[in-house]
């Protein structure tokens, strides 16, 4: 018997599965119950014609319950497809945060400085308060954050990730 | 030309029908009121009215497993779905094929803590294997179609229908048939992968010291899954053994077979786990009351795991081959190939396997000490198989000792005769399961083999006995003990023996005769014999109070957290050998 490997992997999941009732707590259902971590999760119809939802899930465990999790969330009835994006070749991650920041003077104008090294857009501003948009790595989004928090930092909302794999084949099919 | 116009219950029921349900175990309501009216206004289909919701699931249960078909049950809204939630546990755990219809209050008023309402599919979402709630009349017929298709196929499991009122009430002519019904999603894969089986015969021909596993995934493919794996076990010349689900699926009495393995298992099905060098699991799922201590299970075989669920493979125990499909496809594949390769396992090796295998066999692990003045549960049991084995018989158990001294000395020669509750262990079972056996199966002997606690979980339904005349024989190996329990208490806990003793117990016969059942009761050994035969001579259902010795313990018996060859073989063993601390937090 193969030594087991009890390293901690992180993994991006995709699983496409119809859009009924229910459809998103049986997924998180499943890794409550069976104490599998969820660090994101992200879910919105992609196919409204077929009525397909699709939930991009990053999750970490030992490779062991990595592949449990694959193959649990395929056994569900309403998933037609499990695509872990980790590990089938490269994949393109983004997410979205738009985080709000208030002050004045100094602070303020650094804020914007920096919003416009990091390529983030003002959605809305006033005169003692920016909202950022930002889209990018979850790595590029922490440190902007973290970077805004001396300055008046206030509210920050994020999408979770999103993934897609690189190249031409994918779960739409 | 479009369907006839009717209403959600008359569909229901049609879809029931063609479905070929002939019974239905339930309970009416309030909710399911439009259910039952329209099925007092038709013949086909049967109803058993039990005596609680929980018993109706373990009775199609019951039922599902003696006839390999889909049990159903009917439930209301409410309390009738929630006390249905143990038995809906128990058929996910065990791979039983059940439809549990429930009621629930009209469309419009779920999410308004109406009477009797509950949210039955979220509680029941983790505890089926899929649940839906119908919220219009025209996707009734499909979705009783879809629930059916999805409980008895790939690896079987509870699908619960939740039913409001309104639709049950509302009329279209949107009726479709089963056939018309498709997945686009749930595709369970039945046949192996070629490569897999190719790999899997280079293994076993190379094997030295082989086992087969089988478990009750061999029963759930249905009887030609036995016969494959009887000829397959027959065609190696290997040593096999079952897992309390699977037993009978290999017939008890051959030579090869070396009982069931396990917490509770034979000393020689245990050792030669250990000590195998190529193991094949049919149809098991590496339960950890079969593995005892993890990094010590067969620690030097090249493992095969035959499973339709590819969830099972590497869920406990990382194998070297996992081969996906249907026992039944997958045996045949692998049959076909032996064969036509001319295969054969080394003579030699097979020779010196087995003299090691009889040689744990001479151990004579199940012998019990014998007594004159009280009756040894092992030794009841041991009559009751002898007195009966002649007979079509159906045994079902309720959970603890008794129903591990039944696995162990009653011998199942054909699948489907065995039926207990393994995965959740559910006390409560055996009764409500038996007559559900009983329904289906008129004129068998069906006995439930059970304990005096555990008996008195379900028993009301002896209620349902005696209204529908079924001649259920309940056996009760009576000891005043929750005998597994004491026996924990014993080996882990010092012998405080908290709360596991029952001060005030009903004295069965007289219970038995409340009911309107006949009531037995033995006390001695030498009487035993002839009460068992006035059981099962006297028509109609019986309750069998068999009082044994209340020390006994249950052996022989892998601890918690201990290896296959930790085995205690009898009392002194375990007081010599104490459970580890490891173990002590196991269950």
């Known amino acids: 018997m193969a030594p087991i490997d009890t390293s901690i992997e992180r993994r991006t999941i995709a699983v496409l599965v119809d859009n009924e009732p229910g459809?998103?707590?049986?997924?998180?259902?499943?890794?409550?119950?069976?104490?599998?971590?969820?660090?994101?999760?992200?879910?919105?119809?992609?196919?409204?014609?077929?009525?397909q939802s699709r939930i991009t899930i990053i999750t970490s465990g030992t490779p062991q319950i990595l592949e449990q999790i694959k193959a649990q969330l395929a056994r569900l009835v309403p998933v037609h497809g499990v695509s872990d994006l980790s590990q089938e070749g490269p994949s393109v991650e983004r997410e979205l945060a738009l985080v709000k920041v208030a002050g004045k003077g100094n602070k303020r104008v650094e804020s914007?400085?920096?919003?416009?090294?990091?390529?983030?857009?003002?959605?809305?501003?006033?005169?003692?308060?920016?909202?950022?948009?930002?889209?990018?790595?979850?790595?590029?989004?922490?440190?902007?954050?973290?970077?805004?928090?001396?300055?008046g930092l206030v509210d920050v909302s994020r999408t979770g990730v999103v993934a897609i794999s690189r190249g031409s084949t994918g779960l739409l099919g | 030309m479009p369907a006839?116009?009717?209403?959600?219950?008359?569909?229901?029921?049609?879809?029931?029908?063609?479905?070929?349900?002939?019974?239905?175990?339930?309970?009416?309501?309030?909710?399911?009121?439009?259910?039952?009216?329209?099925?007092?206004?038709?013949?086909?289909?049967?109803h058993i009215l039990v005596r609680h919701e929980q018993a109706a699931v373990h009775a199609a249960e019951g039922y599902a497993r003696s006839t390999g078909k889909v049990g159903v049950v009917l439930v209301t809204s409410g309390p009738g779905a929630t006390n249905a939630v143990t038995g809906l546990t128990d058929a996910l755990m065990d791979s039983i094929p059940v439809v549990c219809l429930t009621g629930q209050v009209p469309t419009h008023l779920i999410g308004n803590d109406a009477f009797q309402e509950a949210d039955t599919t979220g509680i029941t979402r983790p505890c089926t294997k899929h649940n839906y709630l119908i919220r219009s009349v025209e996707d009734l017929p499909r979705v009783?179609?879809?629930?059916?298709?999805?409980?008895?196929?790939?690896?079987?499991?509870?699908?619960?229908?939740?039913?409001?009122?309104?639709?049950?009430?509302?009329t279209s002519h949107a009726y479709v048939g089963p056939e018309q019904v498709t997945h686009?999603?749930?595709?369970?894969?039945?046949?192996?992968?070629?490569?897999?089986?190719?790999?899997a015969i280079e293994i076993i021909a190379k094997a030295k010291r082989p086992i087969i596993y089988s478990g009750g995934g061999v029963i759930n493919a249905g009887d030609k899954a036995s016969r494959l794996l009887t000829r397959f076990a027959r065609t190696l010349g290997a040593p096999i053994t079952s897992t309390l689900m699977g037993l009978g699926a290999y017939p008890a009495s051959d030579p090869q077979f070396l009982g069931m393995l396990g917490m509770h298992g034979t000393y020689e099905a245990n050792l030669a786990m250990y000590n195998c060098d190529v193991m094949i699991n049919v149809g098991a799922r590496f339960d950890d009351r079969v593995t005892g201590r993890l990094d010590e299970f067969s620690p030097n075989a090249t493992k095969i795991h035959i499973d339709i669920?590819?969830?099972?493979?590497?869920?406990?125990?990382?194998?070297d081959l996992a081969i996906v499909g249907d026992a039944s496809a997958v045996l045949d594949a692998l049959l076909k190939a032996w064969t036509k390769g001319e295969h054969s396992l080394s003579q030699r090796a097979l020779k010196g396997w087995w003299k090691t295998i009889d040689a744990w066999r001479e151990r004579d692990c199940l012998s019990f000490r014998r007594d004159d003045s009280v009756i040894k549960p092992q030794y009841a049991i041991k009559r009751l198989y002898e007195l009966t084995k002649d007979r079509e018989t159906f045994i079902t158990t309720e959970v603890g000792q008794h129903q591990m001294w039944a696995a162990q000395y009653y011998k199942f020669e054909?699948?489907?005769?065995?039926?207990?509750?393994?995965?959740?262990?559910?006390?409560?079972?055996?009764?409500?399961?038996?007559?559900?056996?009983?329904?289906?199966?008129?004129?068998?002997?069906?006995?439930?083999?059970?304990?005096?606690?555990?008996?008195?979980?379900?028993?009301?339904?002896?209620?349902t006995l005696v209204q529908y005349g079924l001649p259920v024989k309940v056996f009760i190996i009576n000891n005043?003990?929750?005998?597994?329990?004491?026996?924990?208490?014993?080996?882990?806990?010092?012998?405080?023996?908290?709360?596991?003793?029952?001060a005030s117990l009903p004295d069965f016969v007289k219970l038995a005769e409340a009911f309107g059942a006949h009531g037995l009761r033995a006390t001695k050994p030498a009487e035993l014999d002839d009460l068992i035969l006035e059981m099962i001579d006297t028509p109609g259902p019986v309750v069998f109070d068999c009082q044994v010795d209340q020390k006994e313990n249950c052996f022989p018996m892998i601890p918690s957290g201990a290896a296959h060859y930790e085995m205690l073989l009898g009392p002194d063993d375990a007081a010599a050998k104490p459970v580890s601390e490891e173990g002590m937090v196991l269950v």
């Open chain 1, 23 to 51: 459809v998103l707590a049986r997924v998180i259902g499943l890794f409550s119950g069976r104490g599998y971590n969820i660090e994101s999760l992200t879910v919105s119809v992609v196919d409204p014609a077929r009525g």
């Open chain 1, 112 to 151: 914007l400085r920096i919003a416009d090294i990091f390529r983030a857009r003002v959605v809305d501003s006033g005169l003692e308060h920016f909202i950022f948009e930002m889209t990018g790595s979850s790595d590029k989004l922490n440190v902007f954050i973290d970077l805004m928090r001396p300055l």
């Open chain 2, 4 to 46: 006839k116009k009717m209403t959600g219950s008359q569909m229901l029921l049609k879809a029931l029908c063609d479905q070929g349900v002939d019974v239905i175990f339930g309970y009416p309501g309030g909710a399911v009121l439009p259910i039952y009216d329209a099925l007092h206004q038709q013949n086909a289909i049967r």
């Open chain 2, 144 to 170: 009783v179609h879809e629930a059916f298709y999805v409980a008895h196929t790939g690896r079987p499991g509870p699908v619960v229908v939740d039913l409001p009122k309104d639709v049950l009430q509302a």
């Open chain 2, 184 to 199: 686009a999603s749930y595709k369970p894969r039945t046949r192996p992968d070629t490569k897999a089986i190719e790999k």
């Open chain 2, 309 to 319: 669920d590819p969830s099972s493979i590497n869920k406990n125990v990382m194998v």
């Open chain 2, 414 to 463: 054909k699948p489907r005769h065995w039926m207990t509750s393994g995965g959740l262990g559910t006390m409560g079972y055996g009764l409500p399961a038996a007559y559900g056996v009983q329904i289906a199966h008129p004129d068998a002997l069906v006995m439930d083999i059970a304990g005096e606690a555990s008996i008195l979980m379900n028993i009301q339904e002896l209620s």
């Open chain 2, 480 to 502: 005043q003990w929750m005998g597994m329990v004491r026996q924990w208490q014993e080996l882990l806990h010092g012998s405080r023996y908290s709360q596991t003793y029952t």
